[in-house]
């Protein structure tokens, strides 16, 4: 089989998916700990923001090392909706004309949910940037360009946008926990030895990286953060 078609295969498909997971557990990992940057104040928070920014300087000017990454970032989303929403088809074709009902079989609920949890964390992704990075007036009216805490902190003082966030940091844990899991078994890192430390790894991010996330919302809620 010719390397150039490898994409065409579910094989190739999932390393595709499984590729570009890691790519994105790396980016939210990274985004959690930069937004817990907002419990060191204001100063300290605007500081890291602008700092993204200026990565990279002075080989990198401003803007560009972020650029490149978020170029990365979008191409690594693009394609893991591409192969999932491919594979989900493929499935489909395969299954027989009279297989009238639908069996969950050695399947928890993370994995039940993987495709509308990934749906779901698309839509708020795509809110989520509206409201904290292009500042559409029509979902965050107290938006103002270079002051970030400022926009996090009044985003999340309304109760209806912190409940959406909470739902979709929900969805993230489902789905880091059989993402990661899968991403290992796909690239061929898990056998039996292995699986009871993957799957805690799987479990630590699950847990570790919502929590990270809520806790902000949840603090500007509580009045800690304001």
Same mark, same amino acid.
């Given at each position: 089989m010719q390397a150039a078609a490898l994409y065409r295969t579910s094989i190739g498909k999932k390393a595709i998916m499984?590729?570009?997971?890691?790519?994105?557990?790396?980016?939210?990992?990274m985004h959690m700990y930069g937004n817990l940057k907002a419990f060191l104040g204001e100063a300290a928070f605007n500081h890291y923001?602008?700092?993204?920014?200026?990565?990279?300087?002075? /080989?990198?000017?401003?803007?560009?090392?972020?650029?490149?990454?978020?170029i990365l970032f979008v191409v690594s989303i693009v394609l893991h909706v591409w192969a999932a929403l491919s594979l989900t088809q493929q499935a489909?074709?395969?299954?027989?004309?009279?297989?009238?009902?639908?069996?969950?079989?050695?399947?928890?609920?993370?994995?039940v949910t993987m495709r509308y949890g990934g749906v779901v964390i698309l839509l708020f992704l795509l809110l989520h940037l509206m409201q904290l990075t292009w500042g559409v007036s029509a979902v965050h009216g107290e938006f103002i360009p270079g002051e970030p805490y400022h926009n996090l902190v009044t985003n999340f003082q309304s109760l209806p946008v912190t409940l959406v966030y909470l739902v979709a940091v929900v969805a993230l844990g489902l789905h880091l926990f059989h993402g990661t899991w899968s991403m290992f078994q796909t690239l061929g890192f898990n056998n039996e030895r292995m699986d009871r430390l993957i799957r805690g790894l799987a479990w630590a991010l699950a847990i570790?990286?919502?929590?990270?996330?809520?806790?902000?919302?949840?603090?500007?809620?509580?009045? /800690?953060l304001s």
């Amino acid at each position: 089989m010719q390397a150039a078609a490898l994409y065409r295969t579910s094989i190739g498909k999932k390393a595709i998916m499984a590729v570009s997971g890691v790519i994105w557990i790396g980016y939210v990992v990274m985004h959690m700990y930069g937004n817990l940057k907002a419990f060191l104040g204001e100063a300290a928070f605007n500081h890291y923001a602008e700092g993204l920014r200026e990565m990279g300087a002075p /080989i990198f000017g401003h803007l560009h090392l972020l650029t490149v990454a978020r170029i990365l970032f979008v191409v690594s989303i693009v394609l893991h909706v591409w192969a999932a929403l491919s594979l989900t088809q493929q499935a489909r074709q395969a299954r027989p004309q009279n297989y009238a009902t639908r069996r969950v079989v050695q399947a928890n609920y993370a994995s039940v949910t993987m495709r509308y949890g990934g749906v779901v964390i698309l839509l708020f992704l795509l809110l989520h940037l509206m409201q904290l990075t292009w500042g559409v007036s029509a979902v965050h009216g107290e938006f103002i360009p270079g002051e970030p805490y400022h926009n996090l902190v009044t985003n999340f003082q309304s109760l209806p946008v912190t409940l959406v966030y909470l739902v979709a940091v929900v969805a993230l844990g489902l789905h880091l926990f059989h993402g990661t899991w899968s991403m290992f078994q796909t690239l061929g890192f898990n056998n039996e030895r292995m699986d009871r430390l993957i799957r805690g790894l799987a479990w630590a991010l699950a847990i570790l990286v919502p929590v990270g996330f809520a806790s902000v919302p949840i603090a500007v809620q509580l009045g /800690i953060l304001s």
